[in-house]
């Protein structure tokens, strides 16, 4: 069977509605080589943010392994890729299983001989006050967003050790350096990433691999959309955003790639905000 057609199928997950790209952000201009035969892994790479970055990979030249827990949005968006010529592999991971976590990197090492991206966008936050949070929405929150991610890059460093080369880029949020009510261990979650990047900079740093952390203000995704539809939480962000809009997928897509690719060899360790000066 084709590898690029294939997807690898350990458990499934409901199915979750796709939203339509807005107007906002500008198209952008596409190096259909700039990640020539390059392998990248895009963990939560099936909607939203996720499949926007892998989309951007696969257009500019990559190789792009989706590992989602969404079987019909994977399915989905590795046909999007196909039908753009892109090559692609759709991995069905739950990232709070380490086992299927090491079995996806082991596949694409197998594959492919490299794996020279990961981009660990996955991602949930329920908003609770912090004396309603129980130990399971901690634990579910800080699994999937924090958890995961350690397991991810420790699967891929040994790898991107091997080679003297490798990106990686952590989903971190403003809320990593500006908390919100409510949110605790979505708070605490996306600071642990931004500490792991960093962490991860100066330890393999010498090994020529670069690590860094996206942090996205409003984006318009699954995630946020119940926070949209609450015309209070959009009274308070009315005036917090300079550029006068949410922003969507696209707008943290190219900031993300950037990092991913030779023009940000120089760059470790850092925070990159997107948010449409919301921090300014």
Known sequence: MNAEKQIVSPDSAGKYPQKRRLIGSAKPALSPSRFEGKVAI?????????????????????????????????????????????????????????????????????????????????????????????????????????????????????????????????????????????????????????????TLARELGSYGICSNAVAPGLIRTRLTEPFLKDPDFMKKYSNLIPLGRVGVPEDVAGAAVFLASSDADYITGSLLFVDGGQLA
């Open 42 to 198: 895009v963990v939560g790479g099936a909607q939203g943010i996720g499949k926007a970055i892998a989309l951007r990979l696969a257009a500019e030249g990559a190789t792009v392994v989706i590992a989602d827990i969404d079987r019909s949005q994977l399915a989905a968006t590795v046909r999007e890729i196909e039908a753009g010529k892109g090559e692609v592999l759709g991995v069905l991971c739950d990232v709070r299983n380490r086992r299927q976590v090491d079995r996806t990197v082991a596949r694409v090492v197998h594959t492919w001989k490299r794996v020279d991206v990961l981009m660990y966008v996955t991602g949930v936050a329920k908003a609770t006050p912090f004396i309603e949070t129980t130990d399971e929405i901690w634990n579910w929150t800080i699994d999937i967003n924090l958890k995961g991610a350690f397991w991810f890059a420790r699967a891929v460093a040994g790898h991107m050790i091997k080679q003297r080369q490798g990106k990686m880029i952590f989903m971190a949020s403003t809320n990593a350096w500006d908390a919100e009510a409510n949110l605790a261990p979505y708070n605490v979650s996306k600071a642990g990433l931004f500490l792991l990047a960093k």
